[in-house]
């Protein structure tokens, strides 16, 4: 054989090229061998000629080589032999040839183009040509289906289309490697290019890789996502992958990742769908990529030559290179030697300069550079240097920037830049420590450059000279001077930098020190040009960065570490050193922050971080890093993941790192201020207390910023600045500064404030000359002060005194020994919170019923508009009662402004609040304000409680709360445990969207530190809920030390109803006895429906006799008021109440925080009179009362008055129907529902008896015509079932309304509810009218099917008892106990129990939300609920609403009662259904009732209903069905139409006696416009297999309709059009195989274009022994005609000794029907073949196309029509006649795995997938005991027919999302490589079958799937 052994490029570490290729001439089973011992592959082929091969090998160097050939038979050493043999060796050394099943095996040819390993090789070799594959082997002639839509392609597939270079990193984490076959899949916006296999090696995917491929297909324009994912299954092909590039025609895309794809890391996921990265999903334009060839020659004299590490950075006009390492594995840059480097980036000519460096390692690190010569293709650059990189040498410098020349033996371009530096002369102002310079000019920076020279430089008023060499910088623009903190006084004054490149000098100001313990900290400051005069130099935008170690071993640093910021056009920061503040700073697993100031350069485009490698362990593994930008409102991360460290990874010890821009945060601006304050020169001006300062401009106010630095600050005389950050709030009018008083000389003298803002240029001088002292001048310490020059107003603000007049109220206990504060805010800002120390009326302020008058004084506020009052809480008896606030200016024109309180501020008293917001116009002031209700989750992490005060801030783009002390939460005392959530109200002005969130301690307490998982903040005006994580640690001892965060808002909420607010005024009657300590309820009617009940209560001692309470409620809108119900549950010592009346206030439009004061269309007021007694002892006994709302004059807001209806309530006539229980009734009418009443008081004394009446009056607001009423009973008493008859209601002069009933309402009867919804027969109809109108009830009427899960949590059940309330698009459905279990009967609510409950009630449309809660009553009240899933048949809808929450006392946040929402997505939908009425009539013979279960199927013209076992979910179960019954049934079944086909009954055969004589069935439904229905199918026959044919089902055809008006006109019609009966011919012929034969059971179903047969028994054949081997077994079945059979199902029970069978084919005839055949040829067996016993057959001859018609047309229903004399469906006709694409019926069988943590609840889909073709998600949802371990279980779907399936993806959605952020779909597994039966076996089948290999979950484990089509 002819073998070609091409050389070139094999061997990573060298590169050797021959002239031409080299022909060897050898036997077979050769190594060619290198002398370096690489191995060198080879292949049979056919040879190549000089002219095929590459151009640039004819021009190559010509090489030895020594080539040793070694004669070897064991295949498996060839380290290139093809994977198959290498396996086939190593498994027991199978030799070839060898016999498998028949058929001889050789060994596989290897042909080294499909060889892995060679992958890259040939990618590099053989790019710009076809595959090398085509060459060796041609296209087979024809591929089976399934490979041609499977396209893997590799990195050497084939060509056609685009180009696409995909580039995929791997991370540096441990195990992210993967040896799994990987494949990825583009999408753009002009298509989609199908999956492709990237493949380059075996082993390619390793750790920290980054792999290149190459990949073809069609143009699909610009990239918009790609899928990526892998098939490895265990977690050894774990992979974590970083990120994927593609490259195409010039343009770039980069895909971040940065997640684990594997099955038990991370969240479970194999696969990602990414999206291109950047806000806007912009493609880069991917430069112009050139190879450039560096020639360094290292000195020639002696130590030239260095050990260190050598790195080169390229300038030039397109930009600059990142810092690349010089290596090309020789031993470089040795003394006198030249060294060759090739680097291939972007084009950056012309080059401008280089910078070169070491890392000074090594043993002689120190390199004397002669010069480099760089060249490309087109270009050549000399850069002369002459000089030491040494730290010991010379300028002891290791990095130098050299300029460009084109001079090969001249010199480089240097200017000489003369420095001066200028050191102020002030105490203190030298410095021993060592001083560096950076300059930035246009052209580019320099290098970092130390200060020095032979005198003793940078002493006090010195000025110092230094020369700094560099290549040409342009014109300077800013310098960087910092030191290094070092020698014994390294503080330093710099008072100014002036640079000179000797035509122009370049000023740079400084004055301020650079010192740790002087202003800022800062020893690193940056400097601009021309920015030094009055009004502030420029110190930079500030960047807060956070550098996040890794928690792993040895992953922190004791280095020094830096970094260097990039914008977007390359402008650097220069290097910032991060300053360490604690010595635990950059420790393992820390997070910490620094703040540092450089040049705007916000959105950064890239970092460089590193460290200086001192320390006892400098090591250093970096997780990440983000900067932010508050001035740009802008926060960037950018990863990391790697080591910086010499022996870790790769040695380096600085990276550049790119931003993942995916994780970019967007926030509110913020803007820096240059703060200058003067000192008075005068005797004690200074102060030591902390000062602060608030700035107010045209765009709103800054938050309080401190005024400190390390500086002895406000001294006599002084002039301290400071700089500091704020939100930007526009050209300044005014500012407020003030001290905390808190040291002993405090008093200050303040001269004047200059505030410069550098983004704007705006400065702003602000004077004062008075003392800030509670000994001089007023006494106080706050002084505001308008702009008198660079203001928003040419004229400065008068600054005036406002008179303000407190008056505490008269209650008991009103006065307050706390300290009162107050705000008073009007139209151009507010006065901030000023203590109201100093009282003009009298020394003992705030005392019970006194007027205290003060004053404040502020800069003119414009009109006034609300006011803050507050106190500190402290004192013998800080409860105070405030009545009003009356403020009084001189631009107050109409007099004083009364702001009316009359609230507690009292921790124990009203809501609990120390502190109310009032609005300039008292009137229901409560609406002005908006309720946050605010959750705190504390994480569950060890000590993450805390005892400290927490206390919170809330801004949003409307204002701020202010700072606010979390005080009382709800529902518990101990705040802020472990694991706890804590709730607090909060009432303040609307904020608008909310942007940002500051929470806090004090840092007191036993255990101050606290880790907060995250803040929810729930808006009800709204409807929406924000999230803000946190997950940190608020600590001095954990993570940063921080013990305040900024938290910001995830960008997704939860949505809910929103809510508006009433505020309601109860006036108790001033009589004796009249107050009440029961609990008061109320609920609002309107034109929009009714509100909720809602409890009024507080803190408060409320409803005391001739008291006025105030409350505030949130509900919905219910629209224009016309009643209000209100009544208490007569509990407490003094229950009863005489209530006088009520005001009722309604929000009409929402008013923001600007205005002033209510319109008249604002606000409605709604007056309701009582004047009566709500106690049972008093009045009529009612506890309740309605009132009517009318206006101020008394008139009726709706023209309805008061009535009395007489509720008369009827008790069957049956045994034990009394009931010794409460009942309550509930009536429903056009105006509403009159709310739950006791029926108490009936004319006999005692009610409920046996066939007995009770007279009730029930006095209502009038609801107009009734419609249904609910009434129900507690469960009380010795004896509590009822069995009520009907119920009537009559109100005044109306006609009576009859709601019938006929139930029981009992536990252990019917269906085991002890509440029933009641419609009302039609108007003038009587119970004698009840059969006629029993349909039309029971469609009032529907039936939800509620599953409740328990969560499987230590002690998650519960004891208490459950309610829940449903609330729907129509109505809501009151309380509802659940009480009656049909899963559980016994216990309820257990530990990780599913509990189903059947809930009958009006239809309240589709659920929105539901509440659910418990009475906390029982041993274990505590309870874990995970989710509530509710069906909804009438609307076809079943939804998920998770919770995953504690309710109850002791856990979470304690409370009893929940709100929850579903997940939409998580919504199935499936046919409607609609109420039928059935009637069963068994004959009366002898034994003609039965005991099993009785089963019917409808067949209608819209479809069928399948199987509806007939129960009635009735305890007395046992009584239907007996001989002479009529039994009735009214189930809700899918809509099938009105049109009856026929119906199929049966049942099951079970019980004792199950054989069934039935008469007739009759099915009546009501059509469109109230009609109904009523077919009769006649039968008269045995339905028992002891009798007749032994079937246990019939089919019936109806006999007549019989359609009855609303009217009662009654009308029979006869079916004309109709099928007939048929007996079928079934002929079975088992297989002729050993073992064939069986004794099982058999059962068939057929299926034709008229419907099916139902399941029949093949009972009885003309042979005794049925089933034997190569037997033929003829049976009849009689049943109604199918039309044209298409299939049938077959079945066996696997009973008997012998069960196993092989059919080989059944034919089927009809009367006047050919015979069908329908082919098997296959086992049905639990131990052979497939493992099944139930298989479905498809007829021989008929085209899948046409079966796919046939049963997409059963499934519509039957529409008949005689066509020929033959009766023919019309939706089969439809079928044939439409060319579209329909959908066929996939049969999914599923057979789950046998462990007992295998199974899974929840909910699966599939998606099947063809090549490029795939379905949408397939539910896989049918029955609620779906996927239990062990169980096999076919499941029908539909779905478009795709073709050949190649891949299937199985997903489970969770049931509940565990999270309280935006919820994920989780679980999604993808199957890849099917294995195909033969094609011989598929035509037997008569389909297709593909058979999909295992899929293992993490959680939900499936152990095979099999697909048949």
Not at 277 to 282: L, R, V
Not at 323 to 332: E, R
Not at 1222 to 1251: C, P, Q, W, Y
Not at 1791 to 1817: C, F, Q, R, S
């Amino acid at each position: 054989n002819e073998y070609k052994s091409y050389l070139s490029d094999v061997m990573e570490s060298q590169c050797y090229e021959v002239e031409d290729p080299l022909y060897i001439e050898v036997p077979p089973s050769v190594v060619l061998k290198h002398h370096s011992q690489h191995h060198i592959s080879m292949e049979p082929r056919d040879l190549w000629t000089p002219e095929s091969s590459n151009n640039a090998l004819r021009n190559s160097k010509r090489h030895k080589f020594n080539v040793y050939l070694y004669r070897t038979n064991d295949h498996s050493s060839l380290p290139y032999a093809a994977r198959s043999a290498i396996e086939d060796s190593h498994r027991n050394r199978i030799s070839y040839p060898r016999i498998e099943r028949g058929k001889k095996i050789l060994m596989p040819e290897y042909n080294s183009f499909n060889d892995p390993h060679l992958q890259a090789y040939y990618q590099r070799k053989f790019q710009s040509c076809r595959n090398p594959a085509s060459v060796t082997s041609g296209r087979p002639k024809s591929r089976p289906s399934s490979a041609r839509s499977q396209r893997s392609v590799s990195s050497s597939g084939s060509r056609g289309g685009e180009e696409y270079h995909v580039t995929v990193k791997t991370g540096d984490v441990k195990g992210a490697g993967t040896s799994a076959r990987v494949f990825i899949t583009l999408y753009g916006n002009k298509g989609k290019m199908g999956k492709r296999r990237l493949q380059q090696n075996s082993h390619n995917f390793s750790r920290a890789s980054t792999l290149e491929f190459t990949v073809y297909g069609p143009n699909i324009g610009d990239l918009t996502k790609c899928d990526v994912e892998h098939d490895g299954l265990g977690e050894q092909e774990a992979w974590y992958l970083e990120e994927v590039s593609v490259e195409c025609n010039g343009r770039k895309w980069i895909f971040p990742c940065n997640q684990w794809l594997s099955l038990q890391k991370g969240d479970g996921k194999r696969d990602r769908q990414l999206v291109p990265q950047g806000p806007t999903n912009k493609v880069k334009t991917v430069p112009v990529k050139k190879t450039y060839e560096i020639t360094t020659i290292t000195g020639d004299k002696r130590g030239a030559g260095t050990d260190a590490n050598v790195f080169i950075t390229i300038f030039g006009k397109k930009g600059r290179t990142p810092k690349i390492q010089l290596t090309n594995g020789h031993d470089t840059f040795e003394r006198g030697q030249t060294d060759l480097f090739k680097i291939r980036t972007n084009s950056l000519d012309p080059i401008q300069k280089i910078r070169v460096e070491h890392d000074n390692s090594g043993f002689g690190p120190g390199w004397f550079l002669q010069k480099i010569v760089m060249s490309s293709s087109d270009s050549k650059y000399y850069f002369h240097c002459n000089n030491w990189l040494a730290d010991d040498v010379g300028d002891k410098q290791i990095a130098r920037d050299i300029a460009a020349s084109d001079d090969a033996s001249g010199s480089s371009v240097c200017v000489k830049y003369i420095v001066t530096v200028i050191t102020g002369d002030k105490m203190g102002a030298g410095t021993d420590a060592d001083v560096y310079i950076q300059m930035f000019g246009e052209c580019g920076e320099t290098l970092e450059k130390r200060l020095d020279n032979a005198r003793n430089n940078f002493e006090k008023g010195k000025t110092d000279v230094f020369p700094v060499e560099s290549p040409p910088l342009g014109e300077l623009k800013r310098v960087t001077i910092r030191h290094d903190n070092s020698g014994p006084s390294p503080a330093w004054y710099c008072q100014s930098v002036s640079v000179s490149d000797g035509s122009v000098t370049y000023n740079f100001p400084c004055d301020r020190w650079l010192a740790e313990d002087e202003e800022d900290g800062q020893v690193q400051v940056e400097l601009w040009q021309g920015k030094g005069q009055e009004g502030g130099t420029n110190r930079g935008v500030l960047y807060k960065i956070t550098t996040y170690t890794a928690d792993k071993r040895g992953a922190g640093t004791d280095a020094d570490v830096f970094i260097t910021l990039f914008g977007k056009d390359d402008t650097s920061s220069g290097k910032l050193i991060l300053k360490r503040d604690t010595i635990n700073a950059f420790r393992r697993g820390r997070e910490d922050v620094f703040e540092v100031r450089a040049a705007g350069l916000s959105p950064l485009d890239r970092v460089v971080i590193g460290h200086d490698d001192s320390g006892a362990a400098p090591g250093w593994f970096l997780d990440k890093v983000t900067v932010e930008c508050p001035s740009r409102g802008i926060c960037q991360t950018f990863l990391c993941r790697k080591w910086l460290s010499r022996d870790e990874g790769d040695g380096l010890i600085e990276r550049e790192l790119h931003e993942l821009e995916s994780a970019r945060r967007e926030q509110a601006k913020e803007s820096t201020y240059e703060v200058w304050i003067w000192t008075s020169d005068m005797r004690a001006a200074g102060t030591d207390s902390n000062v602060f300062i608030q700035l107010y401009g045209e765009e709103g106010q800054t938050e309080i910023i401190p005024l400190d630095n390390q500086s002895n600050n406000f001294e006599r005389g002084a002039l301290d600045k400071f700089t500091v950050d704020g939100v930007a709030v526009g050209a300044l009018y005014k500012l407020r500064i003030w001290h905390d008083d808190s040291k002993p000389a405090a008093g200050w003298h303040l001269d004047k404030v200059q505030v410069f803002e550098p983004d704007s240029g705006r400065k702003a001088l602000f004077r004062c000359g008075r003392w800030l002292d509670q000994g001089e001048d007023d006494g106080e310490t706050v002084r505001e002060l308008p702009a008198v020059s660079g203001g928003l107003y040419p004229t400065p603000l008068p600054v005036v005194r406002y008179k303000v007049a407190v008056t505490t109220g008269k209650r008991l206990g009103s006065g307050t020994d706390a300290d009162v504060y107050l705000l008073i805010a009007g139209e151009r800002g507010d006065t901030g919170e000023r203590w109201l120390r100093k009282s003009l009326t009298g020394i003992n302020k705030f005392e019970k019923g006194d007027t205290n008058e003060f004053e404040v004084e502020a800069v003119c506020l414009g009109a006034l508009r609300k006011i803050r009052i507050g106190h500190n809480n402290e004192g013998a008896s800080p409860g105070w009662f405030c009545e009003s606030v009356t403020v009084t200016g001189p631009e107050v024109q109409t007099g004083a402004v009364t702001f009316l309180v009359s609230r507690w501020l009292a921790d124990d008293e009203d809501d609990g609040e120390t502190v109310r917001e009032v609005f300039a116009d008292g009137e229901a002031a409560l609406l002005r304000t908006t309720l946050y209700k605010i959750k705190i989750k504390t994480g569950d992490l060890m000590n993450a409680g805390t005892d400290s005060d927490v206390y919170i801030c809330i801004f949003g783009d409307k204002g701020n709360t202010g700072k606010i002390k979390l005080k009382d939460a709800i529902h518990t005392s101990n705040k802020f445990e472990r694991d706890r959530t804590d709730t607090f109200n909060l009432e303040r002005e609307d904020l608008g969207k909310l942007e940002k969130l500051t929470v806090g301690h004090n840092g007191e307490g036993l255990n101050s530190g606290w880790y907060l998982e995250y803040i929810e903040v729930g808006v009800a005006s709204s409807g929406t809920n924000i999230i803000f994580p946190c997950e940190k640690w608020l600590s001095k001892h954990e993570d940063d030390g921080l013990i305040e965060r900024d938290l910001f808002p995830v960008e997704d909420t939860i949505k809910y109803q929103s809510k508006i607010p009433y505020q309601i005024e109860i006036t108790t009657s001033d009589v004796s006895s009249a107050g009440t300590n029961a609990n008061v309820f109320v609920q609002l009617y309107g034109s929009e429906g009714k509100s909720e009940v809602v409890q009024l209560d507080n803190k408060s001692d409320n409803f005391e006799r001739g008291q006025e309470d105030v409350f505030k409620i949130e509900c919905r809108n219910v629209g224009e008021v016309h009643k209000l119900r209100i009544g208490h549950d007569g509990k407490g010592a003094q229950s009863g109440w005489h209530l006088a009346s009520i005001l009722l206030y309604q929000a009409v439009e929402k008013l923001g925080p600007k205005d002033s004061r209510w319109t008249k269309d604002s606000l409605k007021k709604y007056y309701f009179t009582c004047n009566r007694w709500l106690a049972r002892s008093e009045d009529d006994g009612e506890i309740v009362r309605e009132l009517l709302a009318t206006d101020q004059d008394g008139n009726p807001i709706l023209d309805i008055g008061m009535i009395t209806y007489s509720v008369t309530v009827q008790t069957s006539d049956i045994l034990g129907a009394a009931t010794d229980a409460d009942v309550f009734i509930t009536m429903f009418g056009e105006h509403g529902d009159s709310g739950e009443r006791a029926l108490r008081k009936s004319d006999n004394i005692n009610k409920f008896e046996r066939n007995q009446a009770d007279v009730f009056s029930v006095v209502a607001v009038d609801l107009g015509v009734l419609s249904k009423l609910k009434i129900r009973h507690d469960d009380s008493g010795t004896s509590s079932a009822w069995h009520l008859d009907h119920v009537v209601v009559t109100a005044d002069g109306a006609a009576p309304r009859v709601f019938p009933c006929q139930r029981w309402l009992a536990t252990d009867e019917d269906d085991g509810q002890i509440s029933r919804e009641l419609p009302a027969l039609p108007a003038g109809q009587t119970m004698a009218d009840l059969d006629r109108n029993s349909l039309y009830l029971a469609k009032q009427l529907t039936t939800y099917h509620v599953t409740v899960y328990t969560g499987d949590l230590f002690g998650a059940g519960t004891d208490s008892d459950v309610f829940l309330q449903m609330f729907g698009e129509v109505e809501d459905s009151g309380p509802i106990q659940l009480k009656s279990c049909k899963s559980n009967s016994i216990n309820k609510f257990e530990r990780d129990a599913k509990d189903l409950f059947f809930v009958e009630c009006a239809d309240v449309g589709k659920i929105i939300r539901i509440k659910v809660w418990t009475d906390g009553s029982g041993v274990g009240s505590d309870w874990f609920l995970e989710s509530i899933k509710i069906d909804m048949p009438s609307l076809g809808i079943k939804r998920t609403f998770p919770c995953e929450d504690w309710i109850g006392s002791s856990e979470s946040d304690g409370t009893l009662e929940r709100e929850l929402y579903p997940i939409a997505e998580a919504d199935k939908c499936y046919r409607e259904s609609t109420r039928w009425e059935l009637t069963f009539v068994t004959s009366d013979i002898r034994h003609a009732g039965t005991d099993a279960k009785v089963w019917i199927n409808l067949f209608g013209d819209k479809g069928r209903t399948g199987k509806i076992v007939l129960e009635d979910g009735q305890k007395d179960k046992d009584k239907f069905f007996e001989r002479g019954s009529n039994d009735v049934f009214m189930p809700e079944i899918p809509d099938i139409g009105t049109r009856l086909i026929k119906v199929q009954v049966g049942h099951d055969g079970k019980g004792r006696g199950d054989g069934w004589h039935l008469d007739r069935v009759m099915a009546k439904c009501l059509d469109g416009d109230g009609t109904a229905l009523t077919y009769t199918f006649p039968c008269a026959r045995w339905i028992d297999k002891g009798e007749e044919d032994g079937q246990l089902q019939v089919d019936l055809l109806p006999l007549s309709v019989v359609k009855t008006t609303s009217d009662g006109k009654e009308v029979t019609e006869e079916n004309t059009v109709t099928l007939k009966n048929e007996t079928y011919t079934v002929k079975v012929l088992t297989g002729n195989k050993f073992g064939a034969g069986t004794d099982a059971n058999v059962y068939l179903t057929m299926f034709g274009t008229l419907g099916d047969s139902g399941e029949r028994k093949l009972a009885k054949s003309e042979n005794m022994n049925k089933f034997q081997r190569n037997q033929v077994d003829t049976f009849t079945v009689d049943c109604v005609e199918l039309g044209d059979l298409y299939k049938i199902s077959v079945r066996e029970d696997d009973s008997g000794a012998g069960a196993d069978w092989f059919l080989a084919s059944v034919t089927i005839s009809g009367t006047a029907e050919n015979e069908v055949v329908f082919p098997c040829e296959q086992w049905f067996s639990k131990s052979k073949g497939e493992k099944k016993v139930k298989r479905t057959l498809y007829a021989k001859g008929m085209s899948m196309n046409e079966v796919e018609a046939a049963e997409k047309a059963a499934e519509k229903g039957i529409r008949l029509t005689e066509v020929g004399g033959k009766m023919v469906n019309e939706n089969t006709k439809e079928e044939e006649d439409t060319p579209e694409q329909i959908d066929i019926k996939y049969i999914i069988t599923i057979e789950t795995g046998p462990e007992d943590d295998m199974g899974t609840d929840a909910d699966a889909y599939v998606i099947l997938k063809a090549g490029d073709e795939e379905t949408e998600e397939l539910s896989l949802y049918q029955f609620d005991d779906e996927f239990k371990p062990g169980l096999k279980q076919e499941i029908e779907v539909e779905a478009p027919d795709i073709g050949e399936l190649t891949s299937i993806m199985i997903e489970c959605y969770n049931r509940v999302m565990n999270t309280p952020y935006k919820e994920e779909r989780e679980g999604a597994r993808e199957t890849t490589t099917p294995l195909p039966l033969d094609r011989a076996q598929r035509s037997v089948v008569g389909r297709r079958l593909v058979h999909f290999q295992r899929c293992r979950h993490c959680t939900h484990d499936w152990s095979s799937l099999y697909i048949p089509l």
